[in-house]
């Protein structure tokens, strides 16, 4: 590509060589000298590069390491810095004079700016190196799509934009143990269970006693208790509690409605953190956690257990679960052509090219055969079949005797005669023409170049190409899932028309009672459930979940749901202020449903015994952690 | 020499060739015009362009130059004298020669101190922030080929001049050139064939061997996407017959799983109908005055 120093050069050389070569020329041969220099210069520079183009830029590898401490990694962690090295490799046999490689970052990460350049050049058969660091910032998934390689000549007349695709994606595990998962050295209580081992308020073998009852035949005599008998004149027995393990259960909603919100601080991030730091905490005290992941397509186990690759298998899960993007519900096909247009140009450059991915000038002409217009025009063309009609002539013939003057008569009579077909090749011509202006044809363009893409991506057929060009759905739906592939956020239309929420999802809550119920029947003794789910929608609804969470308390095990706090919804009721204006109006409608929602959804589910705390954007996992370990211990304090 | 210094070397290279190339120019302008000082003038446009580093500037130094060929003097109302093309001219070559090189030093210069990479237009638009050429690549080999490839161009450029001025083109004769004093008579039509006919071979070339490699060079995606394009633009109407049926067909049978009678539905049909018969009564209307004008009673 010429850039606009190089055209202006072009230009002014090519002027000065015609003018030179056709004009000039007969008073001095300097400027046509002048003209044939500045021009074989150019010509050189623009064989160079399209040499150097074609034998070193198509032929560069890419490969990418991710490191730490020195070391390749598979995955990355939050908060850890982790080095990207890059190194592109010239097997072509020409060199690159200057090359400019950008390197495509992903997203969710912390960065200084401009240090995923580099400006070198490329020998043949040699190599340069890239590295820089970055530190993830939210767990997920790092998708890495390639670098961008600039090419340019040395006096910056030609530039070339490539893109070298080698996508890796890695996966970025929530922060490991530290001041939040620590294991618990202050002491509670002053007959603390050995770790791992907590009191059940239960008849068992433990140390402390529960309570004392009358003997029964067949109680061992040393747990007879000799001072209560005597006072009594009975034979008492003493009962101790139990000593078990609590077993954890975790119940985590990645379903649409979780995975929705401001980037960073969708609930389902919230899950990630507090999920990842319990876990480890739990498992820090030897405490067996398993978990439950529920999404749309069913729900995804792990037992119990508290094994370092089994808290690596959780976080994993989570993991994966935290870099799913949420599914848009209705999308208008022009606005994800919008959104996916500008990934395509920049990831596929090589695809939307016209060589490999035309427009041809039919694609933009509407045929009025396809539109009702058409039947006018018949109608139009079909007219002059009336003038079989000697009536319909013999009017003709009096209208243009009457009005068109003397002598001229039989060319008004012609153009009566011809006026509708006329007109019909104008309406024709008319409607046909109209795809050739702006926006339409940008976005026939747009919307061809990328149906192009997904065909080719599919190994289509190339009918496909075609009901990507006619059929909205199917595009749309195609679109999305490049978008998705590609980690694009796309913006979301909470509501429809009628203000129903489109992201709601009942079966969310049949899913999880049913996790819940599954989880209870395989229960043992001192179990802990934990659910983060975003029920804020869902506040209405809740009777089997109360039903379920009825049950696990009269089975004398707990139960603590988390809910989320909308990032975007003060917690704080807006001031009413006057005058009021629509938005805050609107806004403040909204807030308070919230609030009234949460209070519901708080106030049945208190009711039915469960602890219900809410997930606020701006608490710390250690504040939730402090939270949940007081009411895990509160329960077994006499 | 400190760092900076170091570091500022090869822009003082470039602007070191680019005054002396100036310098040369201007000797040349001098001689030509007989030692009018005025011709000096011509080169504040490329001091301008050093700079500001303005691409337009030296592109006026270029019509300047243009100019004072033409008028050595600067008085344009003098007619230039027409005079027989000589070739190899020394002073010529070495004019064009330090011109050439004060363009190419200027805009390597630019590389070096503002943007290698400037903004271009239209799709391939950057937005990047514009960042000159790092100076750490510059190599020493540079140099050599500037003045080497300069040089050979020059030369190149003097026998392409012979040649577009001494042979004539005539169809009655094959081959159809004429070679030297024959072609004079018809000197600027033969050099603008020529020219044509020399930039559409190499071009039309050139352009086959870069598209004959860039077809053997593409990557297996690309190629398959290739393929799918000439395969859908040579059944695309079939196709698009195809897609318009089918959903043609969706849409029906969409309609008849959900029939639902719209109150707009029937609004439509309502006004329809009363269009119709609005247009009935005011064609009989029409009618019946043409009538009466054309058959008065």
Redesign the interface.
């Known amino acids: 590509?010429?850039?606009?120093?190089g055209w202006?050069?072009l230009?002014?050389?090519a002027t000065?060589?015609?003018?030179?070569?056709?004009?000039?020329?007969?008073?001095?041969?300097?400027?046509?000298?002048?003209g044939?220099?500045?021009c074989?210069?150019l010509?050189?520079e623009w064989?160079f590069f399209?040499y150097r183009a074609?034998a070193a830029g198509?032929r560069l590898r890419l490969d990418r390491e991710l490191l730490q401490v020195g070391r390749a990694v598979p995955s990355a962690w939050v908060g850890s810095p982790v080095t990207v090295r890059l190194t592109i490799t010239n097997t072509g046999r020409a060199s690159l004079?200057?090359i400019?490689i950008?390197d495509r970052l992903p997203s969710d990460i912390a960065l200084s700016p401009?240090v995923n350049q580099l400006?070198?050049?490329l020998a043949a058969g040699g190599r340069v190196v890239l590295e820089y660091t970055l530190t993830p910032t939210s767990p997920g998934q790092l998708r890495f799509e390639g670098a961008t390689i600039?090419t340019?000549d040395?006096?910056?007349?030609f530039?070339r934009?490539q893109f070298l695709a080698v996508p890796r994606e890695y996966l970025v595990m929530p922060p490991l143990a530290d001041h939040d998962a620590r294991r618990r050295t202050t002491k509670r209580f002053n007959a603390l269970p050995p770790p791992g081992i907590h009191r059940l308020r239960r008849p068992g073998s433990g140390d402390e006693l529960l309570d004392l009852r009358e003997y029964r035949p067949g109680d061992p005599p040393k747990m007879i208790a000799w001072k209560a008998s005597a006072r009594r004149d009975v034979l008492m027995t003493k009962e101790i509690e139990s000593d078990v393990p609590v077993r954890m259960v975790l119940f985590v909603d990645a379903t649409n409605s979780a995975r929705i919100g401001p980037p960073g601080f969708a609930p389902i991030r919230r899950f990630v953190d507090v999920a990842s730091a319990m876990t480890q905490a739990a498992v820090g005290n030897r405490d067996l956690v398993g978990m439950q992941i529920l999404r749309e397509s069913g729900s995804e186990t792990l037992a119990p257990a508290r094994t370092k690759i089994h808290v690596l298998r959780i976080l994993k899960m989570l993991t994966v679960s935290a870099s799913e993007l949420p599914q848009p519900q209705a999308l208008d096909a022009e606005l994800t052509a919008r959104f996916a247009f500008p990934v395509a140009?920049e990831l596929y450059p090589?695809?939307l090219q016209s060589?490999?991915?035309?427009r041809?000038f039919?694609?933009f002409w509407l045929p009025i055969s396809?539109s009702r217009w058409q039947y006018v025009m018949w109608g139009l063309l079909g007219l002059p079949t009336l003038f079989f009609s000697p009536w319909i002539l013999e009017?003709l013939a009096?209208?243009s005797a009457?009005f068109a003057p003397a002598g001229k008569t039989w060319m008004l009579f012609f153009g009566l005669s011809i006026a509708p077909g006329v007109l019909a090749i104008l309406l024709w011509l008319l409607h046909g023409v109209r795809g050739f202006l702006q926006p339409r044809a940008g976005r026939t363009s747009r919307r061809k170049q990328l149906a192009?893409?997904f065909?080719?991506?599919d190994?289509?057929e190339?009918?496909l190409?075609?009901?990507y060009?006619?059929?909205d759905v199917e595009f749309t739906r195609r679109a999305s899932r490049f978008l998705h592939v590609h980690h694009v956020r796309l913006p979301l239309a909470m509501y429809d028309r009628d203000g129903t929420n489109r992201y709601r999802n009942p079966e969310k809550l049949t899913q999880l009672t049913h996790a819940i119920t599954r989880s209870l029947s395989l229960a043992r003794d001192n179990e802990l459930y934990v659910v983060l789910a975003e029920l804020l929608e869902l506040s209405q609804e809740l009777e089997p979940l109360l039903k379920t969470i009825r049950a696990v308390r009269a089975r004398h095990h707990a139960i603590i749901v988390l809910m989320p706090w909308p990032a975007d919804v003060p917690r704080e009721m807006l001031p009413e202020t006057e005058p009021l204006k629509l938005g805050t109006l609107v806004k403040q409608v909204l807030i308070r449903r919230t609030h009234e929602q949460y209070q519901h959804a708080r106030q049945h589910l208190v009711q039915a015994g469960a602890t219900v705390m809410l997930l606020d954007a701006t608490d710390s996992v250690q504040l939730v952690l402090d939270r949940l370990d007081r009411l895990r211990t509160a329960r077994v304090r006499r | 020499m400190t760092e900076s210094q170091a570091a500022s070397q090869p822009y003082r290279d470039y602007l070191f060739i680019a005054v002396a190339s100036l310098v040369l120019v201007a000797l040349v302008l001098l001689s030509k015009s007989g030692g009018n000082l005025l011709v000096l003038l011509a080169l504040i446009p490329a001091f301008v362009g050093f700079i500001t580093r303005s691409t337009f500037m030296p592109m006026v130094f270029l019509v300047m130059l243009v100019f004072l060929n033409i008028f050595p003097d600067g008085n344009v109302f003098v007619s230039p004298i027409p005079s027989d093309a000589k070739h190899f001219r020394i002073v010529d070559m070495a004019f064009v020669l330090a011109a050439t090189t004060y363009f190419v030093s200027l805009f390597r210069f630019k590389s070096l101190k503002t943007a290698i990479l400037p903004a271009t237009t239209g799709s391939e638009k950057t937005t990047q922030e514009e960042r000159p050429r790092q100076v750490s690549e510059i190599e020493t080999e540079e140099y050599a080929y500037l003045f080497g490839g300069l040089l050979a161009f020059v030369f190149m450029a003097s026998l392409v001049w012979l040649s577009l001025s001494s042979i004539a083109i005539d169809p009655t004769q094959f081959p159809p050139f004429l070679w030297a004093d024959d072609a004079r008579e018809r000197r600027q039509t033969n050099r603008f064939l020529l020219l044509v006919g020399l930039l559409g071979t190499v071009t039309i070339v050139l352009g086959l061997l870069f598209s004959y490699w860039r077809h053997q060079r593409l990557m297996p995606a690309v190629a398959r996407q290739y393929l799918l394009d000439t395969a859908w633009r040579e059944n695309r109407r079939e196709l698009n017959r195809l897609e318009l049926w089918r959903a043609w067909g969706r849409g029906q049978l969409a309609a008849s799983e959900s029939f639902r009678p719209r109150f707009r539905t029937l609004v439509k049909i309502a006004a329809f109908v009363i269009a119709f018969g609005l247009a009935l009564l005011l064609g009989r209307i029409a009618l019946g005055l043409i009538l009466d004008i054309l058959y008065p009673r």
Not at chain 1, 154 to 157: N, T, V
């Open positions: 590509v010429l850039t606009g120093r202006w050069f230009f002014f050389a000065t060589l015609l003018a030179g070569v056709v004009w000039l020329g007969a008073f001095t041969s300097a400027i046509p000298l002048l044939l220099t500045l074989g210069y010509a050189w064989f399209q074609r198509d004079p200057f400019r950008v401009e400006d070198t050049s600039h340019a040395l006096a910056g007349l530039y934009r140009s090589d695809r060589f490999v991915n035309s041809p039919g694609l396809d009017l009096n209208i009457t192009m893409l065909a080719g991506q190994a289509a190339p009918i190409v075609e009901r060009l006619n059929d």
